[in-house]
């Protein structure tokens, strides 16, 4: 089925850990964007990718790294990860003038 | 700096009642508007989006959007609300800084629709 998948859906950390985040989509979309929520905060950017080749931050990037491997994927890294990155993480991709993104089904990460 | 504001962090409706869901928004020039519905454990879906032409705008599970120029705001309704419409929504507006398609969302609204 067409859309966006991402894996893990579940992952526990200690602080400290390292681990990727895979996020892959099979639309053709070319830009794609990785989102946290948090309760009471709504949504908010980590990194995109405007087209393949490039990424660039959003409002919370600290803390994290981004590679777009190819127009298909787009992973996110936590080098050392903290308690405050706890948080379901989704990703997302659109193609210029499409109805709106289209979402992951998200990864509940946390970090103990 | 755009923005979009969700004033209820809840709204509760009994089932058959109308509904809605409000949101504002500041933007420089012309807003793209959009509204998504979370369901537990899930991720986002589109439901409907306002970019220019008529104000009320229709969607996808019975929801419209009536967009207000001068009160700022993109309400989400519904005539009549189902039990399964309880989720999470989110309104959200595209940053126009640029070509790259960024939505920044508002914090949400928990609908619950009472039996």
């Known amino acids: 089925n067409a859309g966006v998948t991402q894996t893990p859906k579940f992952q526990v950390l200690k602080t400290g850990q390292s681990m990727t985040l895979q996020c892959a989509q099979d639309m053709n979309h070319n830009s794609m964007y990785w989102y946290r929520q948090d309760p009471g905060m709504g949504l908010r950017l980590i990194y995109y990718?405007?087209?393949?080749?490039?990424?660039d931050k959003g409002e919370v990037p600290n803390g994290y790294n981004v590679s777009r491997l190819n127009k298909r994927e787009f992973s996110l890294r936590l080098e050392s990860a903290a308690p405050s990155q706890t948080s379901v993480y989704f990703c997302?991709?659109?193609?210029?003038?499409?109805?709106?993104?289209?979402f992951g089904s998200g990864t509940r990460l946390t970090v103990v | 700096a755009q923005s979009v504001a969700q004033p209820e962090d809840q709204v509760n409706v009994a089932e058959g009642n109308p509904l809605t869901v409000k949101c504002t928004y500041s933007?420089?020039?012309?807003?793209?508007l959009f509204w998504y519905v979370q369901y537990p454990n899930r991720g986002l879906q589109f439901l409907l989006k306002?970019?220019?032409?008529?104000?009320l705008v229709k969607g996808s599970y019975g929801f419209e959007a009536e967009f207000n120029k001068s009160q700022t705001s993109f309400h989400l309704k519904k005539p009549s609300a189902l039990v399964s419409d309880s989720a999470l929504y989110f309104c959200a507006v595209r940053d126009m800084g640029g070509a790259t398609n960024k939505l920044i969302f508002g914090t949400g609204t928990l609908l619950a629709v009472q039996p």
């Open positions: 933007v420089s020039g012309n807003p793209y």
């Open positions: 306002y970019i220019t032409g008529d104000n």
């Open positions: 990718s405007a087209s393949e080749g490039t990424t």
């Open positions: 997302a991709s659109i193609v210029l003038g499409a109805r709106g993104y289209t």
